[in-house]
């Protein structure tokens, strides 16, 4: 598969050279990515920077647009879809859901409207606070949900009135493109460019000196890069990075009633989400009912081809299929007892196992670290506030959940988790348009979603009269 393009300034553009596309499902190029240089940054940053001059101008044309391009990702659903799956290993289902969420999330932006926040408006005088776009926003996206992530920054961006040039993962480049190549029609040149390259043109772009803001999701490693790299001209930055989350199983929890939903919770796709659960905490008694009943979820998942009849895809890539490898090897090493899976399967591709790992213990790096694939660690406990505490001896801080019958309870130990959404009796359900998402300590900066992820896109000024201004 070739003939991808960039979109730069309303036109496809090509790379200084390509780079390679591999199937996690056989572990073989199946396409070529252009390579964005220098030049073509430079072209896509200067498109962006005349575009926003009379973008910021028209709401209403920017409210249509996000309109449009709902539509427009709606009627290519099954190719988009197809390149998702191809390149990220997701089922064809999964891959669905997520331009279906797109549009969703499109659509909400669409009709946000922000109040006006009128400070003074009486006789001696007017005063009102006013959120301005302020040029051009530099959007960085992980391969873990490639379509849904980059709505999140542009969409937002893109509403307040700034211009975005957006750069895929080098592991997940091509939905993005086609997405690009698809709404060269809706968008006025240099509005939304996209272009692909390797991690080197992620530091070009946040090196640049035409981006005022760096939206950015992915690993707390890069993520610490990008703000140093922000910090040299005081860029605005959004930082969405990594998690450890935890899930605390109360003592009065019922395994067999919640087995379905914290399974779901800690392998939707393949265990590779920033928000899924990383680490369960179960009450003592509670335990081995509990690691029997994911175990057997595990040992009965349909793991293949994303475009098979399967629940589970492959590892989206090499490096994260060795780094899943080494931490459960690790933790097997150190006394850890897979109670289902533990191993890669024997097959071309990057497959592993859903693993359900007991045995374990804080101070292993699988409980320690964020191991963003198929494999859970599952580990008891006795008291709750000891439980909370290392809960919270983490440097991350994204989500968490809670479950039990007693919601107050709940609330209580929700009010003493360190994390930016805390979900009871399920994992993750505060992941919508309307309510903010963004990490507590090194899990990021800032927010995305809803009116607070919104202002992040503008910058504050302060507008005073003599008299109301309409
Ligand atoms: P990554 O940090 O390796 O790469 C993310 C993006 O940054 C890629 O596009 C990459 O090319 C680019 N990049 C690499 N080096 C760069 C540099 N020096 N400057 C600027 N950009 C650079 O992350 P990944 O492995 O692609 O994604 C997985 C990580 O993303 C996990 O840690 C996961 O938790 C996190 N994530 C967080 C959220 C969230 O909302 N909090 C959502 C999804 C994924």
């Known amino acids: 598969m070739t003939g991808f393009t960039m979109t730069i300034s309303g036109a496809a553009a090509t790379g200084d050279g390509t780079f390679d596309v591999v199937d996690p499902a056989t572990g073989e190029v199946f396409a070529q990515a252009p390579d964005s240089g220098r030049d073509q940054l430079d072209a896509a940053m200067n498109a962006a920077a005349r575009a926003y001059r009379h973008w910021k101008l028209d709401d209403r044309a920017r409210r249509r647009t996000l309109l449009d391009t709902a539509v427009v990702l709606e009627s290519n659903i099954e190719r988009l879809a197809r390149l998702l799956t191809s390149e990220q290993g997701r089922p064809l289902p999964e891959a669905h859901a997520e331009i279906g969420w797109a549009t969703a999330w499109l659509r909400y932006y669409a009709g946000l409207e922000l109040p006006r926040e009128i400070v003074q408006d009486d006789r001696s005088g007017f005063a009102e606070v006013v959120r301005r776009p302020a040029g051009v926003v530099a959007a960085i996206v992980p391969w873990n949900l490639p379509i849904i992530l980059a709505v999140w920054k542009f969409a937002p961006a893109l509403l307040a009135g700034n211009t975005v040039v957006l750069k895929p993962s080098p592991f997940t480049p091509l939905a993005?493109?086609?997405?690009?190549?698809?709404?060269?029609?809706?968008?006025?040149?240099?509005?939304?460019?996209?272009?692909?390259?390797?991690?080197?043109?992620?530091?070009?772009?946040?090196?640049?000196?035409?981006?005022?803001?760096?939206?950015?999701?992915?690993?707390?490693?890069?993520?610490m890069k990008v703000a140093a790299a922000a910090a040299r001209d005081l860029k605005r930055v959004t930082l969405e990075l990594g998690g450890n989350d935890p899930a605390i199983v109360l003592e009065d929890a019922d395994p067999g009633r919640i087995a379905d939903d914290v399974f779901t919770g800690a392998f939707m796709n393949n265990g590779q989400n920033c928000m899924v659960i990383k680490r369960v905490y179960v009450h003592e008694r509670r335990h081995a009912e509990l690691v029997e009943a994911l175990a057997e979820r595990a040992r009965t998942a349909r793991v293949g081809n994303g475009f098979d009849d399967v629940q589970l895809g492959p590892i989206a890539n090499r490096p994260q299929f060795d780094r899943v490898s080494e931490l459960v090897t690790d933790a097997v090493a150190h006394g850890a007892v897979a109670a289902a899976g533990g191993r890669a399967l024997d097959r071309p591709g990057y497959f592993f196992a859903p693993t359900i790992l007991t045995g374990v213990a804080d101070g292993i790096r699988i409980v320690d670290e964020e191991q963003f694939g198929p494999a859970l660690p599952v580990i008891a406990y006795r008291d709750l506030d000891d439980v909370i505490d290392r809960a919270n001896d983490t440097p991350y801080g994204l989500t968490a959940s809670v479950w039990t019958n007693d919601i107050a309870r709940a609330a209580d130990v929700a009010s003493r988790l360190e994390c930016g959404q805390v979900t009871v009796n399920a994992h993750g359900n505060g992941l919508r348009p309307d309510l903010p998402f963004g990490g507590h300590k090194q899990s990021g900066i800032g927010v995305t979603n809803g009116p607070w992820g919104l202002h992040r896109f503008t910058e504050i000024q302060v507008l005073t009269a003599p008299a109301r201004v309409a």
């Open 176 to 223: 993005t493109l086609a997405m690009g190549e698809m709404l060269r029609e809706v968008f006025p040149p240099g509005v939304l460019n996209i272009i692909s390259g390797q991690d080197p043109l992620g530091a070009w772009m946040t090196a640049h000196s035409t981006p005022w803001k760096i939206s950015f999701t992915g690993s707390v490693a890069t993520g």
